[in-house]
């Protein structure tokens, strides 16, 4: 599977649980939230997942999920853990 269709299928996740607590909510709310309330919680709910989940991984032990390797980029950073080239 490609990086991209790694993160594509991330954000797909991401979205996904946002949507789920906000359907969880409105199963056990007296009033359900409008589509314009449900679309503005999505947008707002949503970056702050993906914050809280990459930090999670990069920070503890947290197990990465469908997270591809740093690419090299334009300026790699070398890996101190990677064996020297010949």
Known sequence: MSDAQRRGLRS???VG????????YNAFAAVDLTAEQVSA???VATPILAFAQNWLED???FPALLKAPASP????????DAPPQQ
């Open 12 to 14: 797909l996740l991401q």
């Open 17 to 24: 649980l946002v949507q789920a607590l906000i359907q969880l």
């Open 41 to 43: 919680i999505t947008m």
């Open 59 to 61: 920070s503890t032990s």
């Open 73 to 80: 980029g334009a300026n790699p950073i070398p890996d101190p």
